[in-house]
């Protein structure tokens, strides 16, 4: 068989990222859009639905945006289904939403603890749950879960979210081994250290205009000396989500300026 760009082309495909106002989620969006597909996303209220659909009209992208939360099964099929009939049958699921709390363990409250894991790995098997019974129908179909450092890495105050993120790699290997037989891909990106909202707090300027000492660290801790910027993950998301990666199954895909691969600079 030939090979071209056609391999990485989503034309005619409906990708639906969750939390895709801003930040990670409307880059991949972006990219998926650029190579094709349509995009839908959701959100948690009716102003940031409303920020999103601003940013991807800016962005000359037609996206659809709906209400609900990935943490409520009802609301993720009630959503689902107004998705199937107004725009049509997903073909690619990002799960991206996530929150992070930074509390040290113990400190941390089960409830804070249960949000986390609750958003971050059972709201990813609420919504590829909704979604892979269409795509076995369809004649398969592509889950990106997004992944993390915390994925394979531990750190102070990231408890309950590296063990969410430990989850969903595990998820993402278990949709694999079941659904695989159904050409159904699931799939990770573990981005590295992102310039995000997310990670703002990280990156604070200090009173006397210093990096913040997590800034300086990260920087020292990456071989390629920077933070991630969103676009870094658009490659892989298209990659991850076209037939050119249609024998890819159960793999993270680290985009993470080479952190996994390395030691750290000597003292
Ligand atoms: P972000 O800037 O905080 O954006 C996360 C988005 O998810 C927000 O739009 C947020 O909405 C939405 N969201 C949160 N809870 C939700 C829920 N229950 N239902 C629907 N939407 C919800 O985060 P980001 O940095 O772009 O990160 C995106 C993903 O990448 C997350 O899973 C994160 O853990 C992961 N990640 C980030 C980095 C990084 O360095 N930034 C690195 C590795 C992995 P609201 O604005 O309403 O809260
Ligand atoms: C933290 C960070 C991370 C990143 C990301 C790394 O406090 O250590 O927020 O967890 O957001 O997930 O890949």
């Known amino acids: 068989m030939e090979f071209g760009t056609e391999n990485f082309s989503l034309k005619g495909k409906v990708a639906w990222v969750t939390g895709a106002v801003y930040g990670i989620g409307f880059e991949i969006a972006s990219a998926l859009a650029g190579a094709g597909a349509r995009i839908v996303f959701n959100a948690l209220n009716d102003n940031d639905v409303q920020q999103?659909?601003?940013?991807?009209?800016?962005?000359?992208?037609?996206?659809?945006?709906?209400?609900?939360?990935?943490?409520?099964?009802?609301?993720?099929?009630?959503?689902?289904?107004?998705?199937?009939?107004?725009?049509?049958?997903?073909?690619?699921?990002?799960?991206?939403?996530?929150?992070?709390?930074?509390?040290?363990?113990?400190?941390?409250?089960?409830?804070?603890?249960?949000?986390?894991?609750?958003?971050?790995?059972?709201?990813?098997?609420?919504?590829?749950?909704?979604?892979?019974?269409?795509?076995?129908e369809n004649g398969g179909g592509k889950i990106i879960n997004i992944c993390s450092m915390m994925s394979e890495l531990g750190r102070e105050t990231v408890s309950a979210y590296a063990a969410a993120k430990g989850g969903l790699k595990m998820l993402t290997r278990n949709i694999a081994s079941e659904y695989g037989e159904f050409n159904i891909q699931c799939n990770g990106i573990g981005p590295g250290y992102i310039e995000t909202p997310q990670t703002a707090p990280l990156r604070e300027r200090q009173p006397d205009g210093s990096r913040h000492p997590f800034d300086q660290f990260i920087i020292s801790k990456t071989p390629a000396a920077r933070w991630g910027r969103t676009d870094d993950l658009a490659g892989p998301a298209v990659f991850l989500a076209s037939s050119a990666s249609n024998f890819v199954n159960g793999h993270v895909l680290y985009v993470d300026g080479g952190i996994l691969a390395y030691i750290g600079k000597q003292p």
């Open 52 to 136: 999103g659909l601003d940013a991807y009209r800016e962005a000359g992208i037609e996206a659809h945006g709906y209400v609900f939360d990935v943490t409520d099964e009802a609301g993720v099929q009630e959503g689902l289904k107004k998705i199937k009939e107004e725009v049509g049958s997903v073909d690619i699921l990002v799960n991206n939403a996530g929150i992070i709390k930074r509390i040290p363990m113990v400190e941390m409250s089960a409830e804070d603890w249960r949000q986390v894991i609750d958003v971050d790995l059972t709201g990813p098997f609420i919504c590829a749950k909704a979604v892979i019974p269409d795509m076995i």
